[in-house]
């Protein structure tokens, strides 16, 4: 561990052209001075290493289980920052004028804002994420425990435990307040503050009583504010100028008293004029054009998720989609496009592998084939299947995509929902509800296609006691 953590700080460019590092369940993620100075190529044959990915303006390293092994290493013994230096400008600090030049251009272009804002929401909505799959767990185990004994369902105990899978999406502006304010590194609390205005039971009942309400004589819009995420990320982006702003042209013997007061004075109304209802509106909009996509394409539109999410993981660009899943479930209480076609695309990663499986005849690949396999399929990690196996033989990503087409399309058709956010994995399978059969059909048609086509198509197998393809041998 302690070489391929040393080899990849130097193919990478070296600890001076590292910014930050930082990493998810199986990528190590940094973000590089000049991505320029990495040896992609080299770093892509190095046994360790799944593969290569740039996007997000993050250099994005696949290692699978050994991921944090990996950053803890690079954490302890160089010293590395793991938090973001910067994020306001992902390319850092430059050592060149070329480079200057280089990244002065890259901000003229639209790629570096869509990083930008991409880089983010990832980071802003992790913390509320992660609350949510932990939530959505407790929420399957419940589901399971009330099916073989429905009696319990009218328990006191049960009843609490329910209640709290449902909090997080209640406060989700808090939620999303904080993580925003960790990801602009500006007080969390000011954040808090101003979301919880937006969920307290007095200022919501004075909206639903009065009907029309004014701020400095401008129009309240009245509106929900649980469950939505823009109305608390806009707030935060302001809250996080405003804080700048006023600690800097306030005297430091009056800021401990004047800042705070100016800070939530003028944010207040804005937030409540302008902001949350600008967010409110966004955020329906987007659930709509999703919508509209889905009854323009009708059944076929989980299945052409699920096909093409295996290239939208190669491009790094899946974190794109957490604020439009997010956006729908809270939106509309259930997610029939996103979770069904991560799922379904997981398993048909798995499929494929198993297919590699029983078609090689070189036996460590054969057991690394199928680790790959439980980890898609019942972990929810696709990574290893898809950059250790099904990408790396060609043919197999084939039968990911069909797999995934067939098994997203009987979703759509038959109409599964996920109503909670939960792992891609089968576990997540009770969270479909009343329409579980649906999703079991679907599962078992995105396996079996991708199984079947891996395993007529084949590919050209792993030398035995090597790492190498044979590429004469075609089984």
Not at 444 to 455: C, D, G, K, W
Request: glycine share 8%; aromatic share 10%.
């Amino acid at each position: 561990m302690n070489e391929l953590a040393s080899i990849i700080i130097e193919k990478v460019g070296g600890i001076d052209n590292i910014s930050s590092a930082t990493h998810c369940v199986t990528r190590l993620r940094f973000i590089l001075v000049d991505k320029e100075k990495a040896d992609t190529m080299y770093l892509k044959k190095l046994d360790g290493i799944l593969g290569v990915v740039y996007g997000s303006g993050q250099y994005q390293i696949v290692l699978g289980a050994n991921v944090l092994p990996i950053f803890n290493i690079i954490e302890k013994e160089y010293g590395i920052n793991t938090g973001d230096k910067d994020n306001n400008n992902y390319i850092g600090k430059v050592e060149s004028v070329e480079s200057v030049e280089s990244n002065e251009k890259a901000k003229k272009r639209l790629v570096y804002y869509m990083e930008k804002i991409t880089r983010f929401l990832s980071s802003s909505l992790t913390p509320f994420i992660t609350v949510l799959y932990g939530a959505g767990m407790l929420k399957i185990v419940l589901s399971l425990l009330s099916y073989f004994l429905p009696s319990l369902s009218n328990n006191a105990t049960y009843i609490m435990f329910n209640l709290f899978t449902e909090t997080p999406f209640y406060f989700m502006p808090i939620l999303i307040a904080y993580g925003s304010a960790k990801t602009l590194k500006s007080n969390p609390i000011f954040a808090i503050t101003v979301s919880a205005m937006l969920l307290y039971p007095n200022f919501t009942s004075l909206l639903e009583k009065s009907g029309t309400m004014t701020f400095f004589g401008l129009p309240v819009l009245s509106a929900s504010y649980s469950n939505t995420l823009l109305p608390a990320i806009m707030s935060t982006i302001l809250l996080a100028k405003l804080e700048k702003y006023f600690y800097k042209i306030i005297p430091p013997a009056l800021c401990t008293i004047l800042a705070p007061l100016c800070i939530l004075t003028v944010a207040l109304p804005i937030v409540l004029v302008v902001l949350a209802p600008i967010g409110i509106i966004i955020g329906n909009n987007v659930v709509n054009i999703f919508v509209w996509i889905s009854n323009i394409t009708g059944g076929i539109s989980i299945g052409l998720l699920a096909a093409v999410w295996p290239f939208i993981l190669m491009g790094g660009m899946n974190m794109l989609f957490v604020a439009p899943m997010t956006e729908l479930l809270a939106s509309s209480g259930y997610d029939n496009l996103f979770r069904p076609a991560w799922i379904l695309h997981n398993v048909a990663e798995g499929g494929a592998c198993i297919g590699v499986a029983l078609k090689t005849k070189n036996k460590k690949f054969r057991s690394d084939a199928i680790a790959a396999a439980v980890s898609a399929i019942v972990s929810g990690v696709s990574e290893p299947a898809l950059y250790g196996i099904n990408l790396r033989l060609k043919r197999p990503l084939i039968a990911v995509v069909i797999g995934g087409l067939a098994g997203g399309s009987i979703a759509g058709f038959l109409g599964a929902r996920a109503y909670a956010l939960v792992y891609s994995s089968i576990l997540s399978i009770p969270v479909f509800e009343d329409t579980i059969i649906a999703i079991i059909y679907a599962i078992v048609a995105s396996f079996l296609v991708s199984f079947i086509i891996a395993f007529i198509l084949g590919f050209d197998d792993i030398e035995e006691g090597t790492n190498k393809i044979n590429e004469g041998n075609d089984i």
